[in-house]
């Protein structure tokens, strides 16, 4: 069985384009990072036709951190992610970003890819 494609697209960014001058495609690690970001940084009820979809981390900037609350909708959602390995379970860290350096969190989530079986390491910054 061959693996399956997304077309290769970090939330909140361009489509990419393939050498050969179409657009390119995430298989593997990349694919996987990719559905998570896409999952954790979507609003619920941004998807008309799924309106429980996303774990909605934008919305917790300016809010008082309450980081075991955030990691636990992290943890969700990783849950529902396909591309994720449900043993071992994900492993969450946190930081908040003070507001003197613009605010949010900083994530940092190391999972097992449920295709390859490999370990994953994500971060990124959630900032205003």
Do not use: C
Not at 20 to 31: D, Y
């Amino acid at each position: 069985m061959g693996t399956l494609a997304d077309l290769s697209h970090y939330i909140g960014g361009d489509l990419s384009i393939s050498s050969t001058g179409g657009v390119a495609v995430a298989t593997g690690t990349l694919r996987s990072q990719q559905r998570i970001l896409r999952r954790l940084l979507t609003n619920p009820g941004d998807y008309i036709f799924e309106p429980d979809y996303g774990g909605g981390l934008p919305q917790w900037i300016g809010r008082t951190a309450d980081l075991p609350k955030l990691r636990a909708v992290i943890l969700g959602q990783m849950r529902l992610e396909p591309a994720v390995a449900q043993n071992p379970e994900p492993a969450i860290t946190l930081a908040t970003i003070p507001n003197s350096q613009g605010g949010g969190f900083a994530v940092g989530i190391r999972y097992t890819d449920a295709e390859t079986g490999e370990p994953v390491a994500l971060s990124f910054n959630v900032t205003a």
